[in-house]
């Protein structure tokens, strides 16, 4: 049987019932499309079906075609009458059948929305006062088109005619209408679009924030899901900044959005935070912390920061300002890698980031409209297992100030960020480096080389003794080569820290470099 | 011996399995206390990672300890 039919008479719909029946489908959805008594406000008695019949039947079956693939249901079929029909008679018939009863209950939808859209059926309505009329096919709303949008262009969707309505905000004293304006004339950069930066985005773009940058290169991961409450599980796999930003288009499309999917680098952060008012810190990385820290004193630009573990939190308000604390006033340096817990490694219960994030759109919001704060800054301290909290003052004279100021720590941070960022190397072969001047170091061990040699000539210091035998490097430019170039990268790292500014790692290592021509023959 | 309550946060929380505890020590600073504590308890943090702020007031770690302190040793956290 075919999946499309046109009928000039009544049709029998069992028989179209049954022959739907599949052993794999566990639903069955049908839509019946009936001769109504009024259209328009004016009484019908009947109508005509006129139809151009080759095309509705090619056009017809393509449709139905394209619901089964579309859906991946078992069996559908759409009957469409035509000639003289009377009150209450079906005018248009579609059964699906399908393993789930969702696809079923949407592929039905598709078909019908697609029928009236597409298919060259004309209508003549028979009005009781004796007149008649050829009835155009209206603009059909066709909710498939909106699942679409809904999983690609929601950000684009027009919304020209929605007025935000900011009333239960403006009526708080402190606020009104001139508070309402500075949020409107506001920029603020959220750094890390996950578990902190959800709230923080979501508070500050429902109060009518005006420009809101963010900063993310993660995609959407499952494990995301129980604490960053922006997104749903159809949106896994996809850019974290792309799919915030169609949710603040959705949520207020009068916020203008700006998004950064790579971190931010030593090479544009200060010129990035110059563009914004505020930034909120949002990651789950210290490094980014302490840089964020660093371009926020630099610039001036007041910095939010806050930080979750488990079921609890950190809070403080760096405002930039000259004799106020940073971060460094707290912890000078930031502490080696894997010293500070983060939320892969420790865990983390959802609404802690959620109620830490929450607090930091508060602090947000208190600056911006310059709400009454404490004259003093303090690290709070969140216990969300015993309901605790405690608000500890930082004396800024204990901090930065015993070592040169948070300017000049802010300073040599960010410098240490700008060598770190030019200790990787890309090449694609190792001729490449040697022509460019570098001395080749295999730091692997010996059982990797033997597996995979480098094939041109080098130094053997394997990455554990490094640092003892640096005397031995050669003192013009040095390339450490790994595996992958995570040792390499960590060696020469700490090689810089010792005085050595010429030493380098290959990006990617030995797994980055083309194959060698005599390897890949054949 | 001298009597503190120690308040514990983060990876210390978790290493110490407890929020806060009571203990009498014989250490007279807070370095002396932290070293006493980071053997009975096993925690890893190095004293230089971490702040630590005594009865609600960040403090020095040579500060001596005194019947009835509240101490709590604050590691930075990163989770977000």
């Known amino acids: 049987m075919k999946h499309f039919s046109l009928a000039s008479d009544a049709v029998d719909l069992a028989e179209l019932h049954a022959s739907l029946q599949h052993p794999g ?29 080759e095309l509705a ?24 009458r035509t000639g ?26 598709y078909i019908i929305d697609e029928i009236k859209h597409r298919l060259p059926i004309w209508k003549k309505e ?31 969707e027009s919304v020209a005619s929605f007025v935000p309505d900011y009333s239960r905000q403006t009526c708080l004293r402190e606020v009104g209408e001139a508070g309402q304006a500075k949020l409107a004339a506001a920029r603020v950069l959220v750094i890390g679009a996950g578990g902190l930066g959800c709230p923080v985005l979501t508070y500050l773009a429902g109060a009518g924030v005006g420009t809101l940058g963010i900063v993310d290169g993660d995609r959407l991961d499952a494990s995301n899901l ?51 008012d505020q930034v909120v810190e949002c990651t789950d990385d210290l490094g980014s912390r302490y840089f964020s820290n660093d371009a926020a004193i630099l610039t001036g630009i007041p910095l939010i920061l806050a930080s979750v573990y488990q079921y609890e939190g950190q809070l ?59 004259a003093d800054h303090a690290l709070l301290l969140v216990n969300l297992l015993d309901g605790t909290s405690q608000r500890l003052p930082i004396d800024a004279a204990q901090g930065c100030a015993m070592h040169g100021g948070c300017i000049e720590a802010a300073r040599r941070g960010l410098a240490m960020a700008q060598a770190a960022r030019d200790v990787d190397l890309v090449f694609v072969n190792l001729d490449a480096a040697i ?10 061990e010996a059982a990797e080389i033997a597996a995979q040699p480098l094939h041109a000539p080098s130094q053997w210091i394997p990455s554990a003794l490094i640092g003892e035998r640096a005397i031995e490097l050669a003192a013009g430019p040095v390339l450490l080569i790994c595996a992958s170039g995570r040792r390499s990268g960590v060696a020469a790292r700490v090689l810089r820290s010792q005085g050595m500014p010429n030493v380098y790692s290959l990006a990617g290592g030995v797994a980055a470099l083309a194959p060698r021509r005599d390897r890949i023959a054949g | 011996m001298t009597t503190v309550t120690l308040q514990y946060y983060a990876q210390l929380r978790e290493q110490a399995r407890t929020s806060n505890e009571q203990v009498s020590t014989s250490a007279t600073s807070l370095h002396g206390l932290y070293e006493e504590l980071r053997a009975r308890h096993g925690f890893t943090l190095p004293p230089d990672a971490l702040k630590v702020a005594v009865n609600a007031q960040f403090s020095d770690w040579n500060r001596v300890l005194r019947d009835g302190d509240t101490v709590v040793f604050i590691p930075p956290v990163a989770g977000g």
């Not at chain 1, 075609?65 to 069996?75: F, Q």
């Not at chain 1, 003289?84 to 399908?98: E, F, H, K, P």
């Not at chain 1, 022509?435 to 692997?444: K, N, Q, W």
């Open chain 1, 25 to 53: 489908s566990g639903g069955f959805c049908a839509f019946e499309g009936w001769v109504r008594d009024s259209n328009e406000g004016r009484a019908v008695n009947g109508l005509e079906y006129e139809a151009y019949a």
């Open chain 1, 57 to 80: 039947m090619a056009e017809g079956e393509r449709i139905v075609e394209e619901a089964i693939a579309r859906y991946g249901v078992n069996a559908a079929h759409c009957m469409h």
């Open chain 1, 84 to 109: 003289n029909l009377a009150i209450g008679d079906v005018a248009v018939w579609i059964g699906v059948s399908s393993a789930h009863r969702d696809e079923a209950f949407r592929a039905c939808r």
């Open chain 1, 126 to 156: 028979h009005y009781i006062d004796g007149d008649t009329a050829w009835v155009a096919c209206a603009h059909t709303y066709r909710e498939h088109e909106h699942e679409q949008r809904h999983r690609h262009d929601h950000a684009h």
């Open chain 1, 226 to 276: 129980h604490r960053q409450t922006l997104y749903d599980a159809r949106d896994i796999g996809e850019l974290k900044v792309d799919l915030a930003a169609r949710r603040i288009a959705a949520l207020n499309p009068s916020v203008a959005v700006k998004t950064y999917a790579e971190p931010l680098h030593a090479g544009n952060i200060i010129e990035v935070f110059g563009q914004y």
């Open chain 1, 316 to 374: 403080q308000v760096v405002t930039a300002k000259q004799g106020d604390p940073c971060l460094r006033c707290l912890w000078p340096q930031e502490p080696a890698a894997g010293v500070a817990g983060s939320c892969i490694e420790s865990g983390v219960l959802g609404p802690v980031p959620g109620v830490l994030g929450s607090m930091q759109a508060i602090e947000a919001l208190k600056l911006l409209l310059d709400l009454p704060r404490p």
């Open chain 1, 435 to 444: 022509a460019a001047g570098y001395a080749l170091v295999d730091v692997r």
